[in-house]
């Protein structure tokens, strides 16, 4: 057997970088939790649609994010006033 044929035993990883060997086109990998009877709730309706539960979340949230249609800065200007109104009732 050559040196070539025999496992090493030890390793550098040094250049090492984490993530998927292969990364997917416009996708990114992240870890979040979510409340577990919503992760089956997702994992139901995905079995039922013959669709994976991730391609179901990304969808809501697709739906989520397009039922706003006003531009960012009035969407900013609303959430600063609510907050101002809530800061002058606690003072």
Known sequence: MSKKDE???EYDFSQGRRGPVIPQR??????IFIDTDIL????DEAE????????EINQA???YIKQDKRP???I??????????LVKKAS
Not at 26 to 31: A, L, N, S
Not at 40 to 43: A, D, I, V
Not at 48 to 55: D, I, K, L, N, V
């Open 40 to 43: 089956e709730w997702f994992r």
């Open 26 to 31: 416009g996708k990114t990998r992240i870890t």
């Open 61 to 63: 949230l697709r739906n």
């Open 48 to 55: 039922r649609e013959g669709r994976g539960y991730q391609t």
């Open 7 to 9: 496992m090493m035993e």
């Open 72 to 74: 960012i800065q009035e």
């Open 76 to 85: 900013v200007r609303e959430v600063v006033r609510k907050e101002l109104k």
